[in-house]
C-alpha cells in the first residue's frame, strides 16, 4: 500500500467545540500543501464530552480522516504516542486541537523542511497570546531550567508542533519508555533538527487541559527522563553538609578551649529544620527516580483502543482497512508493535520488545575432536 504524503496527528480531549473548525482548517491546509495525497488522525484520549460523537460523523463525511478512541483518559503524550504509532505517512505534523497552533503554517513549515534538508521542523512561540503571566513565567523558567540539567539539547519555548519525516518518528518510535516527554525524546533522537519561528493564539475554544498539577507532574517527567541532575545534588548537597559541620565542630571546640560556651537554641533548631528539609527533598527525588522504574519494570501497554471510525475498505491514500468481519488491521507500513482491536474485543498496544531465543538457538555448536 502506498504511503499517504502526510499524515496529520491530532490528540484531542474535550475538545468537541474546536472539532468542526479544526476539521476544516487542517484539511484546507493539508490540500493546500500536498493535495488530497493526506490523512488525518484523530485520537480520543477518554473525552468526556461529545468529542468521539463528532469524530465519527467526521469521518463518515470525510474519506481522509481515521479516529482512533482510547479505552480511557491516557493523558496527552500517550494520546499523541497512539496517533504516531498508526499514522502512514511519509510525513507527520503534530498539533493539538485548540488552534492555538495554526495549521496554516504547514505549508511554510514543510518549505522549511525540504530548503535545511531536515528531518524535523520544531516550531518555536515567539508570542502566547491568551496564556497567563503565571503560565508563562513558569514555561521559560521550566525549559531554561531543563536545558542547563540535561545533556539533550531541548529546545527552548517549544511544544509538540512539529513536522518530521518518516526516518526521524520511526526513531522516536523505537524508545519504550513509559513516562513520555515528547518533544525531549524526539529531540534525543536526533538528525537535523530547525527551528520555525511562530506567534502562538488564543484557544479557538474551552479550556486549557494542563491545569497546574498536570504541568507539575509533566515537568517531572521531564527531569527524571532526562537528567539525573536532581540524584548528582544529593551527593553535592551531602559534601557540602558535611563540610559545614566540620566547621561548625571546629567552632565548638575553639569556644569550649577558650572557656566559652556555644549557646542559642535557636540557631540550633534552624540547623535540624534545615538539614530535615534537605533530607525530605533528597528522598523525594529519590522516590521519583524508583517509581519511574517501578512503572517502566510492570511493561504495560502504553494504551489500549476501544474502538475505530475511519475510511471504507481498500482506500489507498490511508494506512488503515476494514475487512469485512469488522476487524482493523494495521498497515503494513505501520510500525510492528502498533496493534489495534476488533471493535469486541481490546487488544493492548505493548512496548516493542527483543524476541527471546530459544534454547536450540542460543546453545553451543558441539566441539569436534
Known amino acids: 500500500m502506498q504511503r499517504p504524503k502526510l499524515s496529520v496527528v491530532i490528540p484531542c480531549y474535550n475538545e468537541e467545540a474546536c472539532l468542526e473548525m479544526l ?3 487542517v484539511s484546507a491546509a493539508a490540500r493546500a500543501t500536498v493535495g488530497d495525497d493526506y490523512e488525518i488522525v484523530l485520537v480520543n484520549d477518554g473525552s468526556r464530552d461529545g468529542s468521539w460523537a463528532v469524530m465519527q ?9 481515521v479516529a482512533i478512541n482510547l479505552s480511557r ?13 498508526l499514522c502512514a505517512g511519509e510525513e507527520i505534523l503534530i498539533i493539538d486541537a485548540d488552534l492555538q497552533d495554526p495549521p496554516e503554517l504547514l505549508s511554510d513549515m514543510r518549505a522549511t523542511l525540504r530548503e535545511q534538508g531536515a528531518d524535523v521542523v520544531y516550531a518555536v512561540r515567539r508570542k502566547r497570546e491568551g496564556e497567563t503571566f503565571f503560565k508563562k513565567v513558569t514555561a521559560a523558567f521550566f525549559y531554561r531550567m531543563l536545558d542547563r540539567i540535561t ?3 531541548i529546545p527552548l519555548d517549544t511544544g509538540d508542533f512539529r513536522l518530521m519525516t518518516r526516518r526521524a518518528l520511526d526513531a522516536f518510535l523505537s524508545l519504550p519508555e513509559q513516562a513520555r516527554f515528547i518533544r525531549g525524546m524526539v529531540a534525543w533522537v536526533g538528525f537535523r533538527q530547525v527551528p520555525f ?5 488564543e484557544r479557538h ?6 491545569p497546574l498539577a498536570k504541568m507539575i507532574r509533566f515537568a517531572l517527567d521531564a527531569v527524571t527522563g532526562f537528567s539525573t541532575a536532581p540524584l548528582r545534588f544529593a551527593s553535592h548537597a551531602g559534601l557540602a553538609l558535611t563540610g559545614l559541620s566540620v566547621l561548625l565542630f571546629l567552632y565548638i571546640v575553639i569556644g569550649w578551649l577558650m572557656g566559652s560556651a556555644v ?3 535557636t540557631s540550633t533548631m534552624l540547623v535540624v529544620v534545615f538539614l530535615g528539609a534537605v533530607q525530605m527533598f533528597v528522598l523525594g527525588m529519590i522516590g521519583e527516580y524508583l517509581g519511574r522504574l517501578y512503572v517502566e519494570s510492570k511493561r504495560r501497554p502504553l494504551y489500549l483502543v476501544a474502538d475505530v471510525a475511519g475510511p471504507v475498505k481498500g482506500h489507498a491514500s490511508l494506512g488503515y482497512r476494514y475487512a469485512d468481519s469488522g476487524e482493523v488491521t494495521v498497515s503494513p507500513h505501520a510500525p510492528a508493535r ?3 482491536a476488533e471493535p469486541d474485543a481490546i487488544k493492548a498496544k505493548a512496548p516493542r520488545r527483543k524476541p527471546v531465543a530459544s534454547d536450540a538457538e542460543t546453545a553451543e555448536p558441539p566441539t569436534l575432536l
Open 151 to 153: 545533556d539533550t539539547p
Open 73 to 85: 483518559n491516557h493523558g496527552h503524550q500517550l494520546a499523541l504516542t497512539a496517533g504516531l504509532d
Open 338 to 340: 502498533a496493534e489495534l
Open 197 to 201: 519561528v511562530y506567534d502562538r493564539h
Open 205 to 210: 475554544a474551552g479550556e486549557t487541559k494542563y
Open 57 to 65: 460523523r467526521l469521518s463518515a463525511s470525510d474519506p481522509r480522516l
Open 263 to 265: 549557646q542559642g537554641w
Open 23 to 25: 476539521h476544516g482548517r
